[in-house]
């Protein structure tokens, strides 16, 4: 049973460009979670979503980012017009959708912006 | 703010030793609550859970004990060794809630 995919591994994106990130949840599972992490730090929580709909995004800038996880295919989460400040390492993580229940998590996406 | 907060960045144990993290949370509606381990260039790998209506809980060479008097987590590894240098994460979930808060981690060194 694959776990939680998530690609690319490493995305290195100039000023003003946007970054997409992808996340393949478990097998069986149809909830997503997408956390930040910058070095040093713990991990941030910023949307929360299950199949087409956004439950919770509190977490989430209120501009330049945006998340979905379509009927079909694996969840994305995309930075428009990247800044500097946009680099860290972006964790996926699915769960069956129950709550009080833990999640799994990708081996994440390190964005870094020049 | 956070409301789980780790009480030493840093570690330091020698190979053998048990090791004891701790982990405070300020969130009183907090039930469930869940330790993590996180190695360098990897994603946070699940280790062992509790929810409150426990104060204690065993897996292999883990342990992780919840005092809800004083809203405080422990993770204990026994015979640490090499293999669980990391950083560890607990994490605590409100009741009803789906969405784990994560405290900023304690780094654990184990020296050979």
């Known amino acids: 049973n694959a776990g939680v995919m998530q690609n690319p591994r490493h995305l290195v994106r100039r000023r003003g460009q946007e970054a997409r990130l992808r996340c393949s949840p478990m097998k069986g599972h149809s909830h997503v979670y997408w956390y930040r992490q910058l070095p040093e730090e713990g991990l941030k929580f910023m949307v929360y979503?299950?199949?087409?709909?956004?439950?919770?995004e509190s977490g989430m800038p209120k501009e330049r980012f945006s998340a979905e996880f379509p009927k079909e295919g694996p969840s994305i989460l995309r930075i428009q017009q990247v800044v500097r400040g946009d680099s860290a390492a972006y964790f996926c993580a699915s769960s069956q959708g129950t709550a009080n229940e833990k999640l799994f998590f990708g081996s994440g996406t390190q964005l870094s912006v020049l | 703010g956070e409301s789980v907060g780790l009480h030493l960045p840093t570690l330091s144990v020698q190979e053998g030793d048990n090791s004891i993290i701790n982990c405070a949370y300020s969130n009183s509606a907090s039930d469930y609550f869940i330790w993590y381990k996180q190695e360098s260039g990897k994603g946070p790998q699940f280790i062992i859970d509790?929810?409150?209506?426990?104060d204690k809980r065993q897996g292999q060479r883990v342990t992780v004990l919840l005092n809800k008097t004083v809203k405080h987590l422990s993770l204990q590894i026994a015979a640490t060794q090499p293999g669980d240098s990391a950083v560890y994460f607990c994490?605590?979930?409100?009741?009803?809630?789906?969405?784990?808060?994560f405290g900023r981690g304690t780094s654990l060194i184990v020296h050979p």
């Open positions: 994490a605590d979930i409100p009741g009803g809630s789906y969405i784990p808060t």
């Open positions: 979503l299950q199949k087409e709909n956004i439950i919770d």
């Open positions: 509790i929810r409150s209506n426990m």
